[in-house]
């Protein structure tokens, strides 16, 4: 498990980056109405970071072009995406947020 | 209505399609496309595409399985050369279609330089075999000049200094990209000699010299620039002549009111091609969002619905995401308000009296959303 960083260093609506030195592959982890979810950051569509996207809910916004995923899933709801980012479990363990590392593909 | 043709198979083309089965029309739907290919995505052919980091599988932007779904009838590598009305028809290179409906998605092509003759090494970008040729000349060439900064020629430009090429962008006006106004405009200018890439401004282009291939760009002031491979990069033209005569009004583009809707009944515009309120939008984002008002409003048969959306576009130049939304004028005052312009990260906005009409981000794609959703229309 990977320490991603303290609870209170995320706010609801917040999100952060861990980078691929970290991880295989960078990943988000977002704090959505104070339940955390971590995906694959780089969008399914073209290059973008989906850490840098719109938090609605447990949806996330493409910041280039707009498709948006459902956190929970990882599948997207809307075009330009059609193909799903894959999402990693979390835990909060004593107020601090762990990232799992083996991700999660979207049957 | 029982048929309704899109003219256009490109993005708007394609979004007014899957708009037209989503708002419910399910009637005869036919497509019409010049070019022989499905619908693929352009942006790319001035990034990744010219870097070979991108193939033409990448730039699909409809599979087998959406297709089946839409159930349209595709008429692929045909030209549109009228629209008749009266008759209710679409004419076609090889026929006609009887329609009841038309949503015109002609898009652009580039504008073509004076001058600009017919040599080899000589290039635009707007399709795929544009870039297919592009890229197999860069292969083989040394010093690339691009004439015209606008975004396009920007990233041609990025693409060719990546790839190790000599490259010199030749601008006409005094500054590229003049409508960002002095300071902004600097800042996107400053990418390209940060990149070894020279930039030449206030020099329009005389004329192009060689044989059969092109060897030298000929500049207003009397001097030369020597060429390998040359890519004009001046700006598009609204593909609107396959309309003259069919009493649609022309004027940059196929006028529309603010729904989409021309002054024929039963005829909507989307994308490039379209003047909608005044306004032609030649981005990405404006293609894929105008179609659901034009559908809308097109299967009411009235103007129930208004364009509601602040143009955006990105660009990627040297390793720099370029963002904009806004509508801005000279006057409108501008300020860096997060980042520096020397770190070329930052984000910028303009005011109008208080309000916030414009923002520009370099490398900042979280900022720049925050503020692009508060602008007002
Ligand atoms: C190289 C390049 C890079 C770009 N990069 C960006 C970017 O980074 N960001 C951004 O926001 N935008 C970018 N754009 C702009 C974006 O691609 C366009 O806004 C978008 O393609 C417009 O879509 P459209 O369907 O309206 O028109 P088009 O894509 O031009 O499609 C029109 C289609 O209609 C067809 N057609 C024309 N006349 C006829 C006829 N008479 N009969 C039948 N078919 C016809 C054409 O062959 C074409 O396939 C870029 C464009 C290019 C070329
Ligand atoms: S890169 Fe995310 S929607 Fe295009």
Same mark, same amino acid.
């Given at each position: 498990?990977?320490?991603?960083?303290? #609870? $209170? +260093?995320?706010?609801?609506?917040?999100?952060?980056?861990?980078?691929?030195?970290?991880? %295989?592959?960078?990943?988000?982890?977002?704090?959505?109405?104070?339940?955390?979810?971590?995906?694959?950051?780089?969008?399914?569509?073209?290059?973008?970071? #989906? $850490? +840098?996207?719109?938090?609605?809910?447990?949806?996330?916004?493409?910041?280039?072009?707009? %498709?948006?995923?459902?956190?929970?899933?990882?599948?997207?709801?809307?075009?330009?995406?059609?193909?799903?980012?894959?999402?990693?479990?979390?835990?909060?363990?004593?107020?601090?947020?762990?990232?799992?590392?083996?991700?999660?593909?979207?049957? | 209505?029982?048929?309704?043709?899109?003219?256009?198979?490109?993005?708007?083309?394609?979004?007014?399609?899957?708009?037209?089965?989503?708002?419910?029309?399910?009637?005869?739907?036919?497509?019409?496309?010049?070019?022989?290919?499905?619908?693929?995505?352009?942006?790319?052919?001035?990034?990744?595409?010219?870097?070979?980091?991108?193939?033409?599988?990448?730039?699909?932007?409809?599979?087998?399985?959406?297709?089946?779904?839409?159930?349209?009838?595709?008429?692929?590598?045909?030209?549109?050369?009228?629209?008749?009305?009266?008759?209710?028809?679409?004419?076609?290179?090889?026929?006609?279609?009887?329609?009841?409906?038309?949503?015109?998605?002609?898009?652009?092509?580039?504008?073509?330089?004076?001058?600009?003759?017919?040599?080899?090494?000589?290039?635009?970008?707007?399709?795929?075999?544009?870039?297919?040729?592009?890229?197999?000349?860069?292969?083989?060439?040394?010093?690339?000049?691009?004439?015209?900064?606008?975004?396009?020629?920007?990233?041609?430009?990025?693409?060719?200094?990546?790839?190790?090429?000599?490259?010199?962008?030749?601008?006409?006006?005094?500054?590229?990209?003049?409508?960002?106004?002095?300071?902004?405009?600097?800042?996107?200018?400053?990418?390209?000699?940060?990149?070894?890439?020279?930039?030449?401004?206030?020099?329009?282009?005389?004329?192009?010299?060689?044989?059969?291939?092109?060897?030298?760009?000929?500049?207003?002031?009397?001097?030369?620039?020597?060429?390998?491979?040359?890519?004009?990069?001046?700006?598009?033209?609204?593909?609107?002549?396959?309309?003259?005569?069919?009493?649609?009004?022309?004027?940059?583009?196929?006028?529309?009111?603010?729904?989409?809707?021309?002054?024929?009944?039963?005829?909507?515009?989307?994308?490039?091609?379209?003047?909608?309120?005044?306004?032609?939008?030649?981005?990405?984002?404006?293609?894929?969002?105008?179609?659901?008002?034009?559908?809308?409003?097109?299967?009411?048969?009235?103007?129930?619905?208004?364009?509601?959306?602040?143009?955006?576009?990105?660009?990627?130049?040297?390793?720099?995401?370029?963002?904009?939304?806004?509508?801005?004028?000279?006057?409108?005052?501008?300020?860096?308000?997060?980042?520096?312009?020397?770190?070329?990260?930052?984000?910028?906005?303009?005011?109008?009296?208080?309000?916030?009409?414009?923002?520009?981000?370099?490398?900042?794609?979280?900022?720049?959303?925050?503020?692009?959703?508060?602008?007002?229309?």
């Amino acid at each position: 498990m990977l320490r991603v960083c303290d #609870l $209170s +260093e995320l706010p609801p609506g917040e999100s952060i980056r861990i980078s691929e030195s970290n991880t %295989a592959v960078p990943v988000a982890v977002f704090n959505a109405d104070g339940v955390i979810y971590a995906v694959d950051d780089t969008c399914s569509h073209q290059d973008a970071s #989906l $850490s +840098e996207g719109w938090l609605d809910g447990c949806f996330v916004e493409c910041p280039l072009h707009a %498709a948006s995923f459902d956190l929970r899933t990882g599948l997207p709801t809307c075009l330009p995406a059609k193909k799903p980012v894959r999402t990693h479990q979390v835990s909060v363990v004593d107020g601090v947020i762990w990232l799992h590392q083996a991700a999660q593909d979207v049957a | 209505m029982k048929t309704i043709t899109v003219v256009g198979a490109s993005l708007a083309g394609l979004s007014a399609a899957r708009e037209l089965r989503a708002q419910g029309f399910d009637g005869r739907l036919v497509i019409v496309g010049e070019e022989p290919h499905q619908p693929y995505d352009r942006p790319p052919l001035s990034k990744d595409f010219l870097l070979g980091r991108a193939e033409e599988a990448d730039l699909a932007l409809t599979d087998a399985a959406e297709r089946a779904a839409l159930e349209a009838e595709w008429m692929l590598g045909v030209h549109a050369n009228g629209l008749d009305t009266g008759a209710g028809e679409v004419l076609l290179d090889n026929g006609t279609v009887r329609t009841d409906g038309v949503v015109i998605a002609t898009g652009a092509r580039p504008r073509i330089l004076a001058g600009q003759g017919n040599l080899n090494g000589v290039h635009t970008l707007r399709t795929i075999e544009d870039a297919l040729t592009l890229r197999a000349d860069l292969e083989r060439a040394e010093r690339v000049v691009v004439v015209g900064a606008g975004f396009i020629g920007a990233e041609v430009a990025s693409a060719c200094a990546t790839r190790g090429l000599q490259v010199t962008v030749v601008e006409a006006a005094p500054k590229p990209l003049a409508g960002l106004g002095d300071e902004m405009a600097s800042a996107c200018a400053a990418l390209h000699t940060d990149h070894g890439v020279r930039l030449l401004c206030g020099t329009g282009v005389a004329g192009l010299s060689g044989d059969h291939r092109v060897r030298e760009v000929l500049l207003r002031d009397g001097s030369s620039i020597e060429a390998d491979v040359v890519v004009i990069g001046v700006g598009v033209v609204p593909t609107t002549e396959w309309l003259d005569g069919s009493g649609l009004s022309l004027v940059n583009g196929v006028v529309c009111d603010p729904g989409c809707r021309t002054d024929l009944p039963d005829v909507v515009a989307v994308g490039d091609v379209a003047n909608v309120g005044g306004h032609r939008v030649e981005h990405w984002t404006n293609a894929t969002r105008q179609p659901r008002v034009a559908v809308r409003n097109l299967l009411a048969g009235a103007l129930v619905e208004s364009c509601a959306d602040v143009p955006y576009f990105w660009s990627d130049q040297y390793g720099v995401r370029i963002q904009f939304a806004g509508r801005v004028l000279p006057s409108d005052k501008v300020e860096v308000v997060e980042g520096s312009v020397e770190d070329r990260a930052f984000v910028a906005v303009w005011r109008r009296e208080a309000v916030e009409v414009g923002v520009l981000a370099f490398n900042n794609t979280k900022s720049f959303n925050r503020r692009r959703r508060a602008l007002p229309l």
